[in-house]
């Protein structure tokens, strides 16, 4: 991982905000030239330091009205069976973000559904008819306090 300093910092900040910010309104904020805020970008993104830019898309507009944080326990701990679900939540288009964690819990998903229908079969297609799944928790999000992948830029 390469070294950011403060103007990446600060330029992270803003595209974490907007993307769609362009380089002369970055530049006029970060006090640098547009041309250095391009190529500070563009070292950044083939660094690997900015993985991914996308839009963010609202839930509710596109009629995914249910949010489920699934917490689920595996049978066993082999490593091809944990990669076979990992494999299978990375490909399931309902599965937003996935986990592997620690605790009691050995995934940790975030799921949309249109309705609790939706949900039961998605619940039947990837934890009933996984062997190796031996249980799973859901909680139904009530209220989506605060949504976001922004992460904090601090440089030492």
């Known amino acids: 991982m390469s070294k950011i300093d403060g103007f990446d910092a600060k330029i992270l900040e803003i595209i974490q905000k907007s993307n769609r910010a362009t380089s002369d309104q970055i530049a006029e904020q970060v006090c640098l030239s547009p041309a250095a805020v391009q190529r500070r970008i563009k070292k950044m993104r083939e660094n690997n330091v900015i993985s991914s830019e996308i839009a963010v898309v ?11 944080i699934v917490q689920v326990t595996m049978e066993r701990e082999q490593l091809h069976l944990l990669d076979e679900f ?6 399931h288009p309902a599965v937003q973000q996935c986990y592997y964690v620690t ?8 799921v949309t559904a249109h309705d609790m229908d939706e949900y039961e079969d998605f619940t039947r ?5 996984n062997n190796n799944v031996k249980g799973f928790q859901t909680s139904i ?5 605060k949504v976001g992948l922004s992460v904090p830029v601090i440089v030492d």
């Open 103 to 110: 605790g009691s819990a050995d995934f940790v998903l975030v």
């Open 86 to 91: 990992k494999k299978t939540a990375k490909n």
């Open 141 to 145: 999000v009530m209220d989506d306090v």
């Open 58 to 68: 609202n839930p509710k507009a596109v009629d995914r009205n249910v949010m489920a």
């Open 125 to 129: 297609e990837v934890f009933f008819e």
